[in-house]
């Protein structure tokens, strides 16, 4: 098993949960109040990750990028996307400069 595999599963879960009662499934809800409500969840969860980060805490880091990262995959799925649409753009960068990258994405 890989280690992107818990990626998969929680990407399964989030899809399962989709169409569940937004009443009892958190996903669920997160989904039927739509893009600006995950929006703000995605920046609350940033907000959270920086100041466990300022704080120097490890575990209270992990724990905050945890949830960022839920949320960036319930974000994904908004857009019908999944964890393996942004690792195929890190294997297509992989090796080239960042400075590089950024200005291909300017020209492209």
Known sequence: ????????RVTE???VRRSADPSTS???KLLHDGQDKILKKVAEESAEVLLASK?????HI???MADLWF???VLL???NLGP???????????????LDEKAARKTG
């Open 62 to 64: 992990v724990r905050e």
């Open 71 to 73: 949320h960036c995959l």
């Open 26 to 28: 958190y996903v669920s």
């Open 84 to 98: 393996n649409d942004v690792l195929d753009e890190l294997r297509r960068r992989e090796g080239m400069s960042g």
């Open 1 to 8: 098993m890989t280690d992107s595999a818990i990626l998969d």
């Open 77 to 79: 799925a908004h857009h």
């Open 13 to 15: 879960t989030i899809e």
């Open 55 to 59: 704080d120097g805490d490890k575990t």
